[in-house]
């Protein structure tokens, strides 16, 4: 019994510890004069998600590059801090004001989340370093559906809007729904009757599969496997470009279908606010020399990501952008804030 | 390759040295972290998967499979010594688990658990194995409509999860359903009784109630009634004995729950809790002898124990086959696949055949290795109960906030886990029964986000419910389960009258 409870403190113990290694110093950012900033403690990547999802599959991958390779020499930790749809990871980072030895990965969430007034932080609130990945939406329908195309399936919703159902893994104004909304508005579809419905705990693929509803709007990665597989065909791609790869490359893009939008699933990495100019300059020249390296393009490859590097000036650039856009067409549909 | 050879190709995976020694490793740690309260498969596996980083696919998965169903076989230990779930689907184990650890048949309630345990386990691996390829299109079956029609019939059963007043019983229920509304509401948006706070925003995870109402509430119950018993050692134990009458007992509610735990399981979203729920209910409505449920009955706890394991290995048939992951545990595990470079789906038996049937080949072996690793430990574990009461109850607080820590590191947690400890102790004290409050916190919310999806997809029309056979065969199951017994009590009332 003294055995059994002895693993037990212990296994607990170690829970608490790797759940408290935060530090909230900045202190050891060396190159306060301008001059060249190299790490000297180990650097904190939040996935401000839980473990086995995307934001920590990217943190983790790019941590374990980043050792492999030596590029960066100092040890990297991702930890997780899970909840509100990425706000408490956020916040917490937020609280880093200045430190040059935290970051966290990100993709269009930090955007759609404070947009649905569901955050006080976005994007504008950190410090962009770079961006590394591009990912890009998918929509599919059941592989006997009569839709060939996406014209197909938007000439339906044109007629008869309310024939049609939309599913997706996250609510109404977030990544899945807004992807879709803004490709099929292009098309000539009336933004404000899209119908949609949000499904977890994987009904989305579920209720396409069993023939519930009409259309997933997804990533491109989930949909793969179950074209491989015949049992769902791809009508279109958000890319500006058909993606490399098996199967991937069999997916039309909207573009070549006449319908001129597009959506990029961006995926990268911010510093807290007030990062030190010197340590955003360092970053970024190590997440060039990542994206830049074959170990790297072998984790694309593996998970069916796409090259899109971008510094911190030209992130921040890009992001403003696509805020505006998004956050029109929000308020187009009825869901601003 | 067909299934035969394909399992023969498993075996070859899991009795290998390397097979057989990660199969342990896995069942070990799983049935280590289940047994202590709060900690579940979802942090055991999570831990895993940064050191299965470079590993042969095969035995790493084979190992994080085994962490998953030896935390739901562990999992019982808790529940039934000091009332403080395992996991979320060992609550219902608790219900007469933890009766009959009072009545000093500790070591039984073990013993009957593990054995329900290791049925469920191993019957549900034969229909994983005979079945894996043909439930995949049972585990899509079900749509919108039809997951609300199995909610509703799910909470028809909360009056017969209640002793004593049924009001009581509907009010605590309510209340289950009104806590579950909390948060981003997920067809809109919206958020909902959060007052802004960004804590609130995912709602309350399962197992910051589940251990405050009954966890917590015990503690303060056994601080309040210090007085009142005083068992001696050997009586706290019992005799592990589970005799052939016990045996006999159990057999006909193991084998039933084997199955219906085994089907949830298949269904994305059901799963382990949901199964042990109704195997419970199940049980208890065709019983001759309802009224011993509740009160240590060995069918009230070897249902819920064969069902939780049995969902289990059902959960492995969408996550397998499909490549869907039904529970946030199997999104976990997708996770780990991915980052091993196997994608799971429809092509994974014919494209990776070693790992498909490697995996439930080991989940034989683990499921034995479970029996007899748990066996013995059972006396030691017992004896967890002559610990002496102050320093056990501090031990039940520390394991249940660190429990709930572990869930997402956030101690605003821990004080939620708080409110609900104070929360569950009133409801005991006023004689609120706590299960139909955690079974409506369940239920409820898929009940409505399911009802809500349903709505829109017909554009607002109830006849989505009725148009399709398996919605209106549930709807009118529930109907039945309702009218039936008032029934029965109102002809019975009539015939007695009569005399």
Known sequence: MKKTWLTAILAAGALTLAGCNSDNSSEGASGEEGGSFEPSKTIEVVAPAGAGGGWDTTAREVARIFGETGIIEENLTVINKEGGGGAIGWAYIHGQDGSAHNMFVASPPLMFVPLNGQSEHGHEDFTPLANVIADYGAFAVSADSEWDDLNDLFDQMKEDPESVTVVGTSAPGSMDHMQFVRIAKAAGVDPTKIKYVSAQDGGALTSVLNGSVDVFSTGVGETVEQVRAGNIKVLGITAEERMEGEVLSEFPTAIEQGIDESFVNWRGFFGPPNMDQAAVDYYEEKFKELSESEEFAEVRKKYGWSEMYMDGEEYEEFLDNEKQEIQALLEEIGLGN | ?499
């Open chain 2, 1 to 499: 390759m067909d299934a035969f050879q394909g399992l023969l190709a498993g075996f070859q995976v899991a009795l290998s040295w390397e097979g057989i020694l990660f199969v342990l490793i896995g069942v070990v740690v799983g049935t280590l972290i289940g047994m202590m309260p709060g900690l579940g498969p979802i942090s055991a596996i999570a831990i895993m998967i940064p050191i299965t980083y470079g590993m042969d696919p095969a035995p790493a998965l084979v190992m994080m499979a085994g962490v998953y169903y030896g935390a739901v076989f562990g999992g019982s230990t808790s529940s039934i010594l000091l009332n403080a779930p395992g996991i979320s689907g060992t609550v219902a184990t608790a219900f007469d688990g933890y009766p009959m650890a009072q009545q000093g048949k500790a070591g039984k309630a073990l013993a009957i658990a593990a054995i329900a345990s290791f049925f469920g386990g191993t019957v549900s691996v034969i229909m994983l194995m005979l079945l894996a390829p043909a439930l995949a299109s049972v585990a899509i079956s079900f749509g919108p409509p039809a997951y609300f029609a199995l909610m509703l019939m799910g909470l028809t059963a909360i009056s017969s999860l209640s002793e004593g007043s049924t009001i009581k019983a509907m009010i605590s229920a309510v209340a289950g359903v009104m806590v579950v509304t909390i948060g981003i509401d997920p067809q809109t948006g919206t958020q909902r009784f959060t007052f802004g706070n960004v804590n609130l925003f995912d709602g309350f995870d399962f197992l910051v109630i589940a251990l405050g109402l009954f966890a917590l509430a015990e503690v303060c119950m056994l601080i309040m009634n210090r007085k009142n018993r005083n068992l001696s050692d050997d009586q706290k134990l019992g005799s592990l004995k589970v005799t052939k009458s016990d045996l006999k007992e159990m057999s006909g509610p193991m084998t039933r729950q084997s199955f219906v735990g085994f089907m949830l399981g298949v269904l994305p979203g059901a799963g382990a809790t949901i199964a042990s729920f109704i195997s419970y209910i199940f049980e208890k409505k065709i019983s001759k002898n309802p009224e011993e449920f509740g009160k240590g009955s060995i069918k009230g706890l070897a249902a819920p124990e064969s069902s939780n394991n049995a969902a289990t290995s059902g959960a492995f048939v969408p996550l397998l086959s499909l490549g869907i992951p039904g529970s946030g545990t199997t999104a976990v595990m997708l996770g780990a696949f991915l980052v091993l470079g196997v994608q799971p789906g429809p092509l994974l038996m014919s494209d990776r055949p070693e790992i498909f049937w490697g995996i439930i080949a080991s989940m034989y072996l683990g499921n034995i290795f479970l029996l007899v690793l748990n066996l013995p430990l059972i006396p030691y574990l017992a004896k967890i109960l002559s610990i002496p009461r102050p320093l056990l109850i501090s031990l039940v607080i520390m394991f249940s906030l660190i429990g709930v820590y572990s869930i997402s590191f956030n101690t605003f947690d821990l004080y939620m886990l708080l409110v609900f400890g104070a929360l569950g102790f009133a409801m005991r004290v006023f004689s609120f029964p706590a299960p139909p409050f955690i079974l409506a916190f369940i239920l409820g919310g898929m009940m409505e986000q399911a009802f809500r999806q349903s709505m829109t997809i017909s554009n607002g029309s109830l006849g989505i419910f009725v148009n399709s056979p398996l919605p209106l065969a549930l709807i009118i199951v529930s109907l039945l389960s309702l009218t039936i017994p008032a029934f029965i009590k109102w002809r019975s009332r009539r015939l007695s009258l009569k005399r």
